[in-house]
């Protein structure tokens, strides 16, 4: 019975260890819960408004013989995200070789997938160099804005609010990184300590059913006992 209790200790101390470490792996889920829940809706919104998008609007902009700075202002970042180098071409103001975009943007605007690959993009992977170039260069560029760009296309506009929303979603996904790696590891000390709660609740079953089997086999035998002894004094009398 004092082994029996003792190991009664052991599976509560085991159980006090494991809630501990499943109110901790609970704590970290929510703080990424917590900070994804910025991030995300800003994403589906710009999901939502590339949706709304149609072939026919990307030609449109994939057609245009001088585009508007704002088109092209738009076009220049989803090419950097996407990772397309620009042209080199002869500025004719000033006889040097100066980037431009709009060639490289006409050719990603002609694949039939494009929208696709814009939802599909691996947005917890944007190379650091990339996401750099949007930050230092788009996102606070007050003519990069859905509003503006609206006034020179509705395509631009959509694709606007998606390449600001990828930059929105990484900031987030920077801060959540660590957090996950810890909740990775907040969750493999919670899954030991369940396996080895278990094992010891297992072990302590196993030795609370031998003890009552036990127990059954000793009340029977006494009461073999009581009934053979009463069965001896009836017949002496």
Not at 26 to 46: F, N, R, S, V
Not at 90 to 97: H, L
């Amino acid at each position: 019975s004092s082994g029996i209790n003792a190991e009664y200790g052991v599976v509560k101390a085991e159980e006090l260890v494991a809630n501990e470490q499943a109110s901790v792996a609970k704590g970290i889920k929510d703080e990424c819960d917590a900070d994804l829940a910025e991030a995300i809706p800003i994403l589906e919104a710009a999901l939502a408004a590339l949706n709304t998008l149609t072939p026919s609007d990307i030609t449109v902009v994939k057609s245009m013989k001088s585009p508007p700075p704002g088109v092209r202002l738009v076009m220049e970042a989803v090419c950097i995200l996407k990772g397309i180098k620009p042209d080199r071409v002869n500025d004719p103001a000033t006889g040097k070789k100066v980037e431009d975009f709009w060639k490289p943007s006409q050719k990603l605007l002609g694949d039939m997938k494009f929208l696709q690959s814009l939802r599909e993009y691996d947005k917890d992977n944007v190379p650091v160099a990339f996401i750099k170039k949007i930050r230092a260069t788009y996102i606070p560029n007050p003519d990069f804005m859905p509003e503006k760009i609206k006034q020179a296309s509705n395509a631009a506009e959509g694709l606007c609010k998606w390449v600001r929303a990828i930059e929105a979603y990484d900031r987030v996904a920077k801060v959540v990184a660590p957090k996950k790696a810890a909740l990775a590891i907040a969750e493999s000390k919670f899954a030991e300590a369940q396996k080895s709660l278990n094992a010891k609740r297992a072990m302590l079953k196993e030795v609370q059913d031998k003890l009552q089997s036990l127990r059954d086999k000793f009340e029977e035998n006494t009461k073999k006992k009581e009934d053979l002894l009463l069965i001896h004094l009836i017949l002496l009398h």
